[in-house]
T-cell receptor
């Protein structure tokens, strides 16, 4: 079967750094993506890794290790507005994304 | 402005009724997708289409139907066969050039409730 595992909930304080992990088991792998979704809103794209290593986009970074079937999203200088759900997603051997169940991030003052 | 729109924002369905959710995009994307999201859960794929006049079932297609007669439009019908339709429905499109081809752009969603 195909599955993506990520923690259900993470709590951190404003200004801190938080890492959200994702492990995957899929039939074929063509890249790991991360999406952010605020309550009641639509998911928005954050980052994409096709190759091993770190991709940095402002306060957000994403890492991939294909040999370990593992990736993470790193959020730095946390702000209250970062409180949201974060989903990892893998494109499998067909042209579709498989989503994890999401990690709810709560940022406290 | 380019984007993807869904309507209505809220939809109420009576027992035994078919309802259709609209999804339109002006991003010139070939691929379009329909997802279902239940509270506190991830996104589950209902149907997807990689090109006009072609579509494939996703993981939870039973009780749903789609059409793709135009590149811009990918409507989803929730039929009376779908016994538990209450959920948040998200439409997405995918396309673009190098570096962007993996990005899916989502519409604002339709929340379907059963009366």
């Amino acid at each position: 079967g195909q599955s993506l595992e990520q923690p259900s909930e993470v709590t951190a304080v404003e200004g801190a750094i938080v890492q959200i992990n994702c492990t995957y088991q899929t039939s074929g792998f063509y890249g790991l993506s991360w999406y952010q979704q605020h309550d009641g809103g639509a998911p928005t794209f954050l980052s994409y890794n096709a190759l091993d290593g770190l991709e940095e986009t402002g306060r957000f970074s994403s890492f991939l290790s294909r040999s370990d079937s593992y990736g993470y999203l790193l959020l730095q200088e946390l702000q209250m507005k970062d409180s949201a759900s974060y989903f990892c997603a893998v494109r499998d051997s067909s042209y579709k994304l498989i989503f994890g169940s999401g990690t709810r991030l709560l940022v406290r003052p | 402005d380019g984007g993807i729109t869904q309507s209505p924002k809220y939809l109420f369905r009576k027992e035994g009724q078919n309802v259709t959710l609209s999804c339109e995009q002006n991003l010139n994307h070939d691929a379009m997708y329909w997802y279902r999201q239940d509270p506190g859960q991830g996104l589950r794929l209902i149907y997807y289409s990689q090109i006009v006049n072609d579509f494939q079932k996703g993981d939870i297609a039973e009780g749903y139907s789609v059409s793709r007669e135009k590149k811009e439009s990918f409507p989803l019908t929730v039929t009376s066969a779908q016994k538990n339709p209450t959920a948040f429905y998200l439409c997405a499109s995918q396309g673009g050039g190098a570096g962007k081809q993996e990005t899916q752009y989502f519409g604002p969603g339709t929340r379907l409730l059963v009366l």
